[in-house]
């Protein structure tokens, strides 16, 4: 399998750094320009509950100007369904949300809460808006995605990426391990893989490889390296190296 790997560029944090001096600068619509240029397939915003970064507004611009999908990160709550139902992106991803974390700390539980995810992404299903959620690589939470009628599943990868940074080698593996069988039994199950969070170039090529993972959803990193190297080029980079790993596979 070497099916070609999409990548999704996650603008939050041009919002945050906007929003930390107020006013319109710097635009995370015009990075979602500039991602597109540079080779994203695919632009991700999280419109959290208390706006901390991205704004109704960005949303509703992104829709406007953007002829790229949007993959609409979100808390699965009544103010976030009419918010998706208006704006109607390609996708939403149903994260957990905690107003008091600064990043998403874990997956979902989908097997804790099938019920009301379930009657949730139905009705987004049912104004043909793809449900993404986003959980952590154990069978138990991918078999409860399949169950509830999902139609993509994003891997947390941030155990791995953390580990990485740890360089214990064998908890290195370890994590990379539970990616690899995650991402075989969500195919086995008929579900679009993605994977996501903390990945940076050390990091992406030994996810990249995995062949079922088919979208890999990257945002932090990139923007952080483009205050060092700019935002096109950091893309450029993560996608030379996604390629090359994909590659690598066939």
Do not use: W
């Amino acid at each position: 399998m070497t099916e070609f790997l999409r990548l999704g560029v996650n603008i939050d944090h041009v919002a945050t750094i906007r929003n930390a001096r107020g006013g319109a600068h710097p635009d995370p619509i015009k990075a979602a320009h500039l991602a597109s240029a540079a080779g994203a397939d695919g632009i991700t915003a999280h419109l959290r509950e208390d706006r901390r970064h991205i704004s109704d507004s960005d949303i509703a611009r992104l829709r406007a100007e953007i002829d790229l999908p949007l993959n609409l990160e979100m808390a699965i709550t009544e103010e976030m369904g009419k918010i998706a139902l208006r704006h109607k992106p390609n996708a939403c991803c149903l994260v957990p949300e905690k107003r008091q974390e600064i990043t998403t700390e874990g997956g979902l539980d989908i097997a804790g809460n099938n019920n009301r995810i379930n009657d949730f992404s139905l009705m987004l299903q049912e104004k043909k808006i793809r449900v993404s959620l986003f959980i952590d690589p154990v069978e138990a939470q991918i078999q409860a995605s399949a169950n509830v009628g999902a139609d993509i599943i994003e891997l947390h990868a941030g155990a791995y990426s953390e580990a990485f940074i740890s360089g214990d080698q064998k908890r290195i593996s370890h994590e990379l391990e539970k990616l690899r069988i995650g991402a075989e039994i969500g195919h086995s199950l008929g579900l679009e893989v993605h994977a996501g969070h903390g990945l940076g170039f050390d990091t992406v090529s030994a996810v990249a490889a995995i062949p079922q993972i088919v979208e890999l959803n990257i945002g932090h990193f990139l923007i952080g390296e483009a205050i060092f190297i700019g935002l096109e080029a950091s893309i450029k980079e993560i996608r030379r190296l996604m390629n090359k790993a994909r590659a690598a596979t066939s």
